[in-house]
Nanobody, 116 residues
């Protein structure tokens, strides 16, 4: 069974940047799957914010478009979420989901806090 783990979260000032990683277990060939990034702020529903398909097609929620970029390193079986110009409203736990129409694997999440 695939293992998925997020990392890279932390505390950053408004306007700063972070890069999150979503690493799959070895020899998974993450490029064969669609990877979705979600976030969940306290008291709010989990929302999908970015995705990259097996064909490298990307999509973004309006709330992050132009600030966040999702990309993949196939050799490392890792998908990244580059987050620039972070805002306090970006504070949330960020999750990745790796899957296909038959199955999905979630990571445990990584906390991102944007505060001065």
């Amino acid at each position: 069974q695939m293992q998925v783990e997020e990392s890279g979260g932390g505390l950053v000032q408004p306007g700063g940047s972070l890069r999150l990683s979503c690493a799959a277990s070895r020899n998974v060939f993450i490029e064969q799957y669609t990877t979705n990034w979600y976030r969940q702020a306290p008291g709010r529903q989990r929302e999908q914010i970015a995705s990259i398909t097996s064909k490298s097609t990307t999509a973004y929620a309006d709330s992050v478009k132009g600030r966040f970029t999702v990309f993949r390193d196939n050799a490392k079986d890792t998908v990244y979420l580059q987050m620039n110009n972070l805002k306090p409203e970006d504070t949330a736990v960020y999750y990745c989901k790796v899957g296909n129409p038959l199955t999905n694997f979630w990571g445990q999440g990584t906390q991102v806090t944007v505060s001065s």
